[in-house]
């Protein structure tokens, strides 16, 4: 029988079926940060359990972590107690734990797939909805909340209802200047913020098989943002040249024998998905959002869309989010100041993130008028940019490198936006008060993050490469 490359991992991870339909699904890999965890380990706890698998968890801090000083005690009171505890839980428990300045420490959504832990043909769960980031290799991958964080912790199983299969098909070449990160916004803008809820979406198509494996974990990673359970890629060539070597990737023998494994994880040519869309890439241009969901995205030379145009049961809201903003209907992105500019996050916290970056702000000088925090990903992120020289380029053009976390990206660490401030930000959604009460974000690629950076406006990428 044909299968997608989701029924084949899921089918294979199903531990039992209940009479309602529900889904015992075997875990493999269980990541903890901080912020949803706290309580899963309390339950524990109250009912006298251990983790099942203790060799299949991997805790770090990410959302709290400040990116300055982390070699001090961190200031704020309810960050240091969240990472403290996480530190507690963990070494309670026997589990493994990489904290503040650990050389693998970072977004959990980065260090991943960076060390190899991600691999092929798992099923991944976090409490954190970007945990479909590590579907880019080819693995079931979605968010949990605390009480299925607890469940996993305890059983290294977790109930779920299976999802419908969505294919978007993204076929012919992107244009130049177009990064992972327009496509993916460009998908959102047309699919809308609820347009994939309830299916797990297969990317396919020939731009996505010319992207990089860092690419693909950016479309991944904005999965969530059009409302879907997860996203994925089938593994392939480029899937297993980016994990060879990795720390906990297999080796010897057993690379071997995985490899050929992960050659299986394909949809079958005449595998049947509950939906199937297809774009174009020659239909995608650099992108940046003018409101306050991610599905409110437009290419960079185009103009606000109208009122007329938004469907008539969301033109209340859709009001609210341009006054927010202190945006018209009708006007264009391009040329609107800039106040603050940001790279990083789960999104775009990788190393192709700031070599993109550097190569457009090379030669130039970051505007006076804006402040950048750029912020990599992980510490080895981290190393990276000072052993390919990034960090000299980034500092002769004015700026400054912080320290690896979240940052920015959720304002829950000391990287708030004042209000009423824009940020051309490179993280994944733009709702309000997101970024800091009363923030304004506007999404946007690293090409176009470079751009507003020293332009000191929303300014088109291409014109500077």
């Known amino acids: ?47 006298g359990l251990k983790p099942f698998r203790p060799q299949q968890i991997t805790c770090m801090p990410d959302h709290n972590i400040p990116t300055l000083h982390q070699d001090q005690p961190i200031q704020d009171p309810i960050s240091k107690n969240q990472v403290d505890t996480l530190e507690k839980n963990a070494k309670d428990f026997g589990l493994t734990y990489y904290g503040l300045q650990h050389p693998k420490n970072g977004i959990i959504h980065v260090v991943g797939p960076e060390t190899g832990l991600t691999q092929p ?35 290294q199983c977790i109930m779920q209802r299976k999802p419908k299969t969505m294919r978007i098909t ?98 079958d040519p005449d595998a049947q998905f509950d939906k199937e869309i297809v774009y174009h890439a020659e239909d ?3 992108m940046v959002t003018y409101g306050t969901n991610p599905g409110m995205g437009m290419g960079i030379r185009e103009t606000i869309p109208s009122l007329e145009s938004v469907d008539e049961a969301g033109r209340i809201s859709y009001q609210k989010s341009l006054a927010y903003m202190g945006f018209q209907a009708g006007e264009p992105m391009l040329g609107k100041p800039v106040d603050y500019v ?56 004015g700026f400054e490198l912080r320290q690896p976390g979240c940052s920015a990206c959720l304002a829950m660490n000391e990287d708030k936006i004042p209000a009423g401030k824009y940020a051309v930000s490179t993280s994944n959604r733009n709702f309000e008060g997101r970024q800091g009460p009363g923030a304004r974000t506007i999404l946007a690629g690293p090409l176009v993050a470079a751009a507003a950076a020293v332009t000191g406006k929303i300014t088109d990428p291409r014109e500077l490469l």
């Not at 990788?350 to 550097?358: K, L, N, V, W």
């Open 121 to 155: 043909g798992m099923t991944i769960v976090c409490g954190d909805s970007h945990t479909s980031t590590h579907g880019a290799m080819g693995a079931i991958a979605f968010g949990i909340g605390t009480s299925e964080v607890e469940m996993t912790l305890a059983t």
């Open 170 to 267: 993204i076929d012919g070449q992107r244009k130049p200047g177009v990064t992972a990160k327009d496509i993916a916004l460009y998908i959102i803008s047309r699919m809308s913020t609820s347009g994939a809820t309830g299916y797990f979406v297969e990317y396919a198509g020939e731009a996505i098989r010319n992207t990089t494996m860092e690419e693909r974990l950016t479309i991944c990673n904005l999965s969530i943002e059009m409302g879907a359970r997860g996203g994925m890629i089938a593994p392939d060539e480029v899937t297993f040249a980016y994990l060879k070597d990795r720390e906990f990737a297999p080796r010897g023998e057993a690379w071997d024998k995985k490899v050929n494994e992960w050659r299986e994880l394909y949809s």
């Open 342 to 397: 940001f790279l990083g996050s789960c999104t775009n916290g990788r190393i192709e993130d700031f070599r993109a970056f550097a190569s457009l702000v090379k030669g130039k000088k970051k505007a006076d008028n804006v402040i950048a925090w750029l912020v990599p990903g992980s510490w080895q992120v981290e190393h990276q940019i000072h052993a390919e020289g990034i960090d000299k380029i980034l500092t002769e053009a």
């Open 1 to 47: 029988m044909s299968k997608t490359l989701f029924e084949k991992i899921w089918d294979k991870h199903v531990v039992d079926t209940l009479a309602d339909g529900t889904i015992q699904l075997y875990i493999d890999r269980l990541y903890c940060h901080e912020v949803t965890s706290p309580q899963a380990f309390a339950g524990l706890r109250a009912r």
């Open 284 to 286: 995608i241009e650099p």
